[in-house]
């Protein structure tokens, strides 16, 4: 009776550490025999050894593609870092289209009520947003007096089943 026994070993090739599969046949007579849960550990590697999949084979060979490949996923993680970061303000931006109307339409509704008094017309100067348990809106606002505001509106997840509505207003410079 002789069993496969499975053994990983790691060296440098060309300046790249490779690793290797390397089964060998051991004679394993004297030996007492295997419990189930190891026939099927063993079965396992046997099937995938006979399918003939290696590491080597998805990976580039050339150290200059190696560091190409970790240059390319390491700019997709900025890329992705500088949008949105939980709990931090985004650079203020102009609105446009539909982000614009429904925190128009929102100010427009709600801000005299928070205020006490009516507000006249404005426009939107700027906005920043903050992810938290939803979305914070810091609207910079400038009203035709010539007065600036920051308008903080709260847009609550969309499970949640919540409306946006404002948190904060205050006096701001322009």
């Not at 970061?85 to 539909?98: C, D, N, Q, V, Y």
Request: with cysteine; proline share 5%; glycine share 6%.
């Amino acid at each position: 009776m002789s069993r496969h026994v499975v053994m990983m070993t790691m060296w440098n090739d060309s300046q790249t550490s490779r690793l290797r599969s390397v089964i060998s046949d051991i004679n394993t007579d004297a030996l007492p025999p295997i419990p189930l849960y190891k026939l099927h550990f063993h079965r396992l590697l046997h099937s995938l050894k006979s399918q003939a999949f290696r590491l080597d084979s998805i990976l580039p060979t050339s150290f200059k593609m190696r560091a190409g490949y970790l240059l390319l996923l390491m700019s997709f993680v900025a890329v992705n870092a500088q949008g949105i970061i939980s709990g931090g303000l985004t650079e203020p931006r102009p609105t446009s289209g539909h982000e614009e109307h429904k925190l128009r339409r929102l100010i427009k509704a709600e801000l005299p009520e928070y205020l006490g008094k009516e507000i006249g017309g404005f426009e939107i100067i700027s906005v920043q947003t903050q992810v938290v348990a939803g979305i914070n809106y810091y609207v910079l606002i400038r009203f035709h007096t010539g007065k600036c505001m920051t308008v903080v509106i709260f847009e609550p997840l969309k499970f949640t089943g919540g409306n946006m509505h404002i948190v904060q207003a205050e006096d701001s410079r322009c």
